[in-house]
């Protein structure tokens, strides 16, 4: 056990180390401090002007702290992060909210594009391009979706004070639609909803055992021919397997309600089906039938890989999956015909938008693919992974820091280690 003499003389060595430190901190402070720490700001309005005077004045800043209320350009931010990379720390502050902006080319002869939008729920959304203004919307459950028929240039996103952008300049290359079912009104008006929507659609359609009529050239189902494939009803079974096989490869399929429930194409389909619900409306006066007064055949269990599209009354009335690299969609709606005849004014129009969504939804067609520039999809989250989280200043280097210790209470500490240490010397007998 340590005496009390052998503990008080390594308290008064730990009092001098201490001395000693405090002495060397404050001369390192003396000769310092003839630099004044330069410290600018800018926001948003004059950013660009000041990363210029800030490069050209001839002597870096210290820090630099941005104040924004809209998302700087990619060059205003590269500017920023090579300042930092120069040795003057940069930090950022502002309400931006996250926002990012997707475009897809719709698969379909009608064109078209998807404008996808990442935005924080109940944000305002606005959608424009190089002309004007395109569609507003308030975003939900993280974001938004437009159908934009037609745009020019570069699509902007504006949420808030952020502004994503992106190009529209990818187009698709489509193939014809094979349309499998018996003779009837459903294949007779499937097939001309297609086709007055620009779908270059091929059929065979069974009359008689062995007996076919067939619209089109016959050819190997492949996606180099085809781009999706309608199997309406029983007839097809016999070509399950090759059916597979083109989905498999990439192929587009759509099972309508009366072959989803064939065992055929049971390792196709998105899920097992049920009895059949309402019945069909044979109305004398027009109008009096929707797609939600059409008799349905329900999905009834959805496969785990399998996603749930469209719902009536708590039953599915559409699913889709993936089955290998091709898409799968299964439609429970019944005699779809009646809606094209028994409908309204709009009927015809809305009958055949409907195909072809459905058409579109699972076809084939490979991207054709343009030199387009880089553009900020995703401002915000780019502006973070460049500069870090937004602040209030940016980190104090060791130097500010030291700088920040006022040399009173340096004084202090070092006069009151001195006495003690003195004072404890001369209590035990020593000079």
């Not at 300042?83 to 996250?98: T, Y």
């Not at 996808?116 to 975003?139: E, F, M, N, Q, Y």
Request: proline share 5%.
């Amino acid at each position: 056990m340590r005496s009390r003499a052998e503990i008080r003389g390594a308290l008064e060595a730990v009092l001098r180390t201490v001395s000693l430190l405090i002495l060397a901190w404050m001369l390192w402070l003396s000769l310092d401090r003839s630099h004044a720490e330069t410290i600018v700001s800018a926001r948003s309005a004059n950013l660009a002007r000041a990363l210029h005077d800030w490069t050209s004045g001839g002597t870096a800043p210290d820090r630099i702290s941005a104040q924004l209320d809209s998302t700087p350009s990619p060059l205003e931010r590269d500017w920023l992060v090579a300042l930092w990379g120069a040795g003057s720390p940069v930090s950022w502050s502002g309400d931006l909210p996250a926002g990012g902006v997707s475009v897809q080319p719709v698969r379909s002869p009608r064109g078209g594009l998807t404008v996808l939008i990442a935005a924080p729920s109940g944000a305002d959304v606005r959608v424009s391009d190089d002309v004007g203004p395109l569609d507003t919307a308030k975003a939900a459950r993280g974001g938004a979706r437009f159908d934009v028929p037609a745009a020019s240039g570069v699509i902007q996103a504006r949420v808030g004070g952020s502004t994503a952008r992106a190009s529209v300049e990818d187009s698709v290359e489509l193939r014809r639609v094979l349309v499998l079912g018996s003779a009837g009104w459903e294949s007779k008006f499937v097939i001309a909803a297609l086709e007055e929507d620009g779908w270059k659609v091929d059929a065979e359609l069974p009359v008689a055992p062995g007996v076919s009529v067939r619209q089109g050239s016959a050819g190997p189902l492949d996606t180099a021919r085809y781009s999706a494939i309608v199997v309406l009803d029983g007839s097809a079974t016999s070509r399950a397997g090759d059916i597979a096989r083109y989905v498999s490869s990439g192929g587009g399929l759509i099972l309508a309600a009366s072959a989803g429930g064939l065992d055929a194409f049971s390792p196709l389909r998105a899920g097992s089906t049920g009895r059949v619900v309402g019945g069909a409306v044979l109305a004398s006066e027009p109008g009096a039938t929707s797609l939600r007064s059409l008799p349905l055949i329900p999905i009834a269990s959805l496969r785990v890989d399998a996603i749930a599209l469209d719902r009536r009354d708590g039953s599915i009335a559409a699913a889709a999956r993936r089955h290998g690299a091709g898409r799968v969609l299964q439609l429970g709606y019944v005699d779809t015909w009646r809606w094209r005849m028994s409908g309204g004014d709009a009927s015809f129009a809305e009958h055949r938008a409907w195909w072809t969504r459905s058409v579109a939804s699972v076809a084939y067609a490979p991207r054709v693919r343009t030199v387009s520039k880089q553009l900020d999809d995703a401002p915000v989250a780019r502006l973070i992974g460049a500069l870090g989280s937004p602040s209030s200043r940016p980190p104090a280097s060791l130097a500010t820091a030291a700088g920040l210790v006022s040399l009173w209470w340096l004084f202090s500490l070092l006069a009151f280690c001195l006495l003690a240490e003195w004072t404890s010397r001369r209590l035990r007998g020593a000079r």
